[in-house]
């Protein structure tokens, strides 16, 4: 079946016990067993929910993945994922990941022994001379965030192979809808839910799918022992959200691109970033992996002060951090999603003081036009 079917009839969308139309929030910490020795298949809470299995079901469907595990945050199914490594460890990880993942990396897991490398992948033949004899695993963001740039899954998953690495994806930006790392033959594919998955800007959640049964055995074990799950409502909120992923996808990215060729000619407005626009570097690429440019746009103004007061002046788009609900979100990475970065490195980057970033949500474009026009013409005055 197509995705938007899947999205829809995942195989687990009605409740098993009762044909409720959707799944119930199963509430519960523990289950009445009916003998001390020999328990039931469900035990506990925390290794086993019916409303979780829903959405980890749903999600490892539209993914091609062997298996999903949903998690309380997007940072805690990042961190359970970087349990699987060991101390003296190493990976590889895109220059400009979100600011969450660096943070993690550098302070936690850093004490812990486990080394990052960060690099520019966005010519993928960089990636070789950085691999060790201690290096595990390629971690990929695509696009990145917040400038939208470009890596080649498949030429990634290749030298990945050549090494015997892990391939790990943070797919948030795209959905299982727009690209599937799995088909390139990536191994692990991460969601931020909290975002465009959820849809709804009203949960917290992360996803975990991954593509063979080895690593299914190790992230149960992880998920199951760290105990970062994602709680019943939580799970029930997301697994209806997912129910409108492919509607709103279709719709926020059309909206996007849109304003994406429009902000272009904008006075005050030095670059547009948008994997669809003709200059984006990697559009080629990202079209043979993706199937849309997502709804995600950054863009950089002329200077520091255009763009504090356009964001000062902006009026329907929510100003803050996040992504991917139903409204638009006006972000500015330097002192939202990346502060964790330092200052230089930050600029080094590109992710500038003058840098914001947009999450198209679902409102008429022209509404958003005319919002975007009159707060840039009160900054530029
Ligand atoms: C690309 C990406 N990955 C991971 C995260 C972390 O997710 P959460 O906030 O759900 O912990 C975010 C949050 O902004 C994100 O944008």
């Not at 993942?101 to 960060?118: D, E, H, M, P, S």
């Not at 006075?267 to 990697?282: A, M, N, Q």
Request: aromatic fraction near 8%; hydrophobic fraction near 40%; avoid cysteine.
């Amino acid at each position: 079946m197509k995705i938007k079917t899947r999205i829809i009839h995942s195989g687990k969308d009605i409740d098993e016990f009762t044909g409720a139309s959707s799944i119930p929030i199963y509430q519960v910490s523990t289950y009445a067993q009916k003998d001390p020795i020999n328990l039931g298949k469900y035990d506990y809470g925390r290794s086993d929910n019916l409303t979780r299995h829903a959405v980890e079901h749903i999600v490892a469907n539209l993914e091609g993945g062997k298996a999903g595990f949903a998690f309380s945050s997007g940072m805690a199914a990042i961190s359970s994922v970087f349990l699987i490594f060991k101390p003296d460890d190493e990976i590889i990880v895109t220059q400009d990941v979100y600011g969450g993942t660096y943070r993690v990396l550098n302070t936690i897991f850093k004490n812990w022994g486990l080394k990052a490398k960060y690099i520019d992948m966005t010519d993928v033949s960089n990636i070789e001379k950085h691999i060790t004899d201690k290096t595990r695993s390629i971690f990929v963001e695509t696009p990145t965030n917040p400038l939208l740039k470009i890596i080649d899954l498949k030429g990634v998953n290749e030298i990945a192979k050549k090494y015997g690495l892990l391939t790990i994806i943070d797919n948030t930006f795209m959905t299982p809808y727009l690209q599937r790392p799995i088909e390139f033959g990536f191994d692990i594919v991460i969601h931020s839910a909290t975002k465009f998955m959820g849809g709804h800007s009203d949960l917290i959640a992360g996803v975990v799918v991954v593509k063979d049964e080895n690593l299914s055995i190790k992230m149960k074990r992880i998920q199951n022992s760290f105990g970062a799950i994602l709680g019943p409502m939580d799970s029930f909120l997301l697994h209806r959200g997912i129910k409108t992923l492919a509607i709103r996808m279709e719709a926020q990215q059309k909206t996007a691109f849109e304003l994406a060729k429009w902000l272009k000619n904008k006075s005050g407005v030095k670059k547009v970033y948008y994997p669809l626009l003709d200059e984006h570097p990697g559009k080629e690429i990202h079209l043979e992996q993706s199937d849309g440019g997502g709804a995600v746009l950054s863009f950089e103004f002329e200077s520091f002060d255009l763009a504090y007061k356009f964001m000062k002046n902006v009026k329907l788009p929510l100003l803050g951090v996040s992504l991917g609900g139903v409204e638009s979100i006006l972000s500015y990475p330097s002192s939202m999603s990346h502060a964790a970065i330092p200052q230089d490195v930050r600029i080094s980057l590109g992710i500038t003081d003058t840098l914001v970033r947009l999450s198209v949500g679902l409102e008429d474009i022209e509404d958003l036009k005319e919002d975007l026009e009159g707060a840039i013409n009160k900054a530029l005055k």
